[in-house]
């Protein structure tokens, strides 16, 4: 069996197995050596391990869905919906330190880092003469950009978080009660990693779509490398321009496909994709469509969750965006009271449409991780950084032309800056990006405090009380509990 075989079968019996067996909380029960020795000592047991380090895109909460509630609730694109408390929290913004999906996605990130660990430090012991050399470089590659993904994921939302990078053997305080890292010295391990993993990585696995769009490639580690140096605080756009080429002009062949085969779920994997979570309907199903669709296609009546809001709606009919909007909502009538839609029952109400596919409960439908299109819209918002806003147009015009809208009429600089800003709302709703972009481009206070969302069964204005210290989310009070040297965030 060659290689690429090896690997997505590894892949897919991992995590059917851990899709069911993963815990939701950075597990700190002491690992045996003899369990360890056990585990870690032929290629097959390398595969399997890394597999399982991959899972947590697949069966995490926060992967799942709790990003786009982190970004895309937490911002001007949608609304709560559902019943749940906690995410009323995030649509709000009074969220609290006991908040439980605010502790839970902390955990999902810190038992995936675990796992990336794990695989880092057994990995170069392995003395199995079939795993080559060449592939040991490889898993550990991929183990490292895995640990980045979610570091970056933990540092946008919470700031500085502690750096764990050896697998959690222990359960004495002295050696978990770890404080918090700074954000430059959480960014700093993040860049180490991707380095390291785009050294090591390979543009492709060989011909096979569903192996390539499935691992870490360089294409990955150069993709998220652009978005950290554009994310980090003391951000280097030169930077990002350099990654930001170097996954356009890939002989991986990345292209952009009409914005409809993005979503219909008979183009995955497709030539935009450079990363995305493999569900297969079954085995490894996602769950949240049937949380996220209307009652035509759930066949169930009870209220729906992360509605798109009123001023997304706006955006798309304001910039003429017919093409984006209809593959990003679909209304219909809701047999509820919809606070911000529709006071009474029957009103027509939006639904998320861009996790569509749904069988038995079960979905197909996936998370881009990575896509061409946001490299694109980086390397514009680099360009424009950069003092090259002509050529941030045309880059910009790119991803326009293909929603069927005309070139951009921004000419200055900071009008070029506002216009990509915008163009990523439209192109990136429901894909956990917004909450970022707002927070990169110092727009978080203004645009979220000037909404007038008007909550139809009060008859109240939503006044958001957005400050500088909300763009971070609070440290989970029941990590602090268990780790005294944690310290919480400003505001909370």
Known sequence: ?????????????????????????????????????????????????????????????????????????????????????????YDNLNIT?????????WSNLYNGILKANTVIQRIPLITDPSLSAERKAQIIGEAKFLRAYHYFQLVKNWGGVPLVTVPVTTTEPTEINTPRASVADVYNQIVTDLTDAAAALPDTYGGDASVNKARATKGAANAL???????????????????????????AGYALVPYSDLFDGNHFNNSESILEAQFNGTTIANWSPSLLLPPSITNTTWRKFITP?????????????????????????????????????????????????????????????????????????????????????????????????????????????????????????????????????GRAETVMNALNEINLVTGQKVNYNMTKEKELLPIPQTERNRNPALTQNPGY
């Open 309 to 441: 809001s009123k001023d997304l709606a706006k955006a798309f009919d304001d910039a003429g965006d017919v093409v984006r909007k209809n593959q990003t909502m679909l209304f219909e009538s809701a047999p509820w009271v919809d606070e911000y839609w529709s006071a009474t029952v029957n009103g027509n109400v939006p639904f998320p449409y861009k996790q569509r596919n749904l069988t038995n409960g079960n979905s197909t439908s996936r998370q881009y991780m990575l896509r061409l299109a946001d490299v694109i819209l980086l390397k514009a918002e680099a360009l424009n950084a950069l003092g090259r806003t002509s050529d941030a147009g045309d880059a910009l015009y790119m991803i326009r032309k293909r929603a069927g809208l005309g070139q951009p009429t921004a000419t200055t600089q900071t009008d070029m800056a506002l216009a990509i800003e915008k163009e990523r709302r439209l192109e990136f709703a429901q894909e956990g990006q917004r909450w970022d972009d707002l927070v990169r481009f």
């Open 1 to 89: 069996m060659t290689t690429k075989y090896i690997l997505r079968y590894a892949l897919i019996a991992l995590l059917a197995v851990s899709a069911v067996s993963c815990k939701k909380s950075l597990d700190l029960q002491p690992i045996s050596d003899a369990t360890v020795n056990n585990s870690y000592n032929t290629a097959t047991q390398a595969e399997a391990a890394l597999a399982g380090a991959y899972n947590t895109f697949t069966s995490s909460d926060y992967y799942i869905w709790d990003n786009i509630y982190t970004s895309d609730v937490r911002s001007d694109n949608h609304y709560a919906g559902g019943d749940n408390p906690d995410f009323y929290q």
């Open 97 to 105: 330190a006991t908040n439980s999906k605010v502790y839970g996605d």
């Open 225 to 251: 490398l652009a978005k950290v140096f554009a994310q980090k605080p003391d951000r280097d756009y030169s930077k990002v321009l350099t990654y930001a080429d170097a996954v356009i002009n890939s002989p």
